[in-house]
């Protein structure tokens, strides 16, 4: 546990107090640090061993790069967090930092979505890891009679599509426009009406509180730069006794889907996906491996459901 002298020597300097506010906010990494606040490497490099060594800060490593948060079982927090709020109107670049910073993290979103750009029209002709049509039929056998669906990361709007067969309205949220833009185009040529493409981010969905009875993420959540703010939100809008179904990756160690398929995480374990479920609320969680791919890197499929607490009188099949 970081004691308070350390902490108090930590953060004195204004510099550390900047990245500590910034670091308060996201998840960033030195490259990042270095745009927003104009310094060099070296010498962010530097705050950010002393911040660590204080127990201040700690890091995640993801690729060649490492991203860096404050500490959450800071045993002084409540001493830093006074700091950080006096710091907040007693630093001038403060208020600049914090819109540099959501200039970074809108660039970070931004890559991720010129490659789903790119690949739009032609998605479902080229490999995308995880995506199997017997982790597809495993979720669809848990499915029910007609309700409402929200597919989350849509993509081009296959598996919105599948899901519209057995719905009675499918809303299909992406980030990409062009993605929309061809998903829209399938609809209209397949003669399917009760699905809606929204251009929106995961992490804050289009879509009215308690709207849907189904939430879907379809091998999209590995994407989100915050997956339990995507699940948060998959929370808000299921209706009570709704459910939630994720088909995702299990973790894996294949670095180069950063860079070939803008993977944000590299798939999740069966431990951490019904953590963060059970953490946002929801109940009866289960998780199971659902698909193995033969060749390498053997990307394997993982499919987790949940249920929102709350009685909606509508009654969904158990798993």
């Not at 007693?90 to 809108?106: G, H, L, N, S």
Request: overall charge negative.
């Amino acid at each position: 546990m970081p004691s308070i002298i350390k902490t108090l020597r930590a953060a004195a300097d204004p510099n550390r107090l900047r990245i500590l506010l910034l670091l308060k906010g996201e998840e960033l990494s030195v490259a990042e640090l270095q745009e927003i606040l104009a310094m060099g490497q070296s010498t962010i490099s530097t705050h950010l061993s002393q911040l660590k060594n204080a127990g201040l800060v700690e890091d995640r490593r993801t690729g060649k790069s490492s991203f860096y948060r404050l500490c959450g079982a800071s045993g002084t927090s409540g001493v830093l967090d006074g700091m950080l709020a006096e710091a907040k109107s007693e630093i001038p670049e403060a208020a600049t930092d914090q819109a540099a910073m959501r200039r970074v993290v809108k660039k970070r979103q931004d890559k991720m979505r010129s490659f789903f750009d790119s690949v739009a029209g032609r998605l479902g002709k080229d490999y995308v890891p995880g995506q199997s049509w017997k982790g597809v039929a495993e979720a669809l056998l848990r499915l029910m009679p007609p309700m409402a669906i929200a597919d989350l990361g849509a993509g081009e709007g296959t598996f919105a599509l599948l899901l519209a067969q057995r719905a009675t309205r499918v809303i299909a949220v992406d980030t990409s426009a062009k993605m929309i833009e061809v998903g829209r185009e399938q609809a209209l040529r397949h003669g399917v009406a009760n699905v809606e493409f929204r251009l929106g981010d995961m992490e804050e969905v289009p879509i009215d509180d308690g709207a849907v009875d189904l939430v879907f993420f379809s091998q999209s959540l590995h994407h989100a730069l915050h997956p339990d703010r995507a699940v948060a939100e998959a929370a808000r809008i299921l209706r009570p006794g709704g459910r939630i179904v994720v088909l995702d990756l299990v973790k894996h160690r294949f670095e180069e889907a950063r860079e070939l398929y803008a993977d944000e995480w590299l798939g999740f374990s069966e431990a951490e996906l019904e953590t963060m479920l059970e953490k946002t609320g929801f109940r009866n969680v289960q998780t199971s491996v659902v698909h193995k791919e033969p060749e390498a890197p053997q990307f394997q499929t993982l499919l987790a459901v949940g249920d929102k607490c709350g009685d909606s009188g509508l009654t969904l099949p158990r798993v």
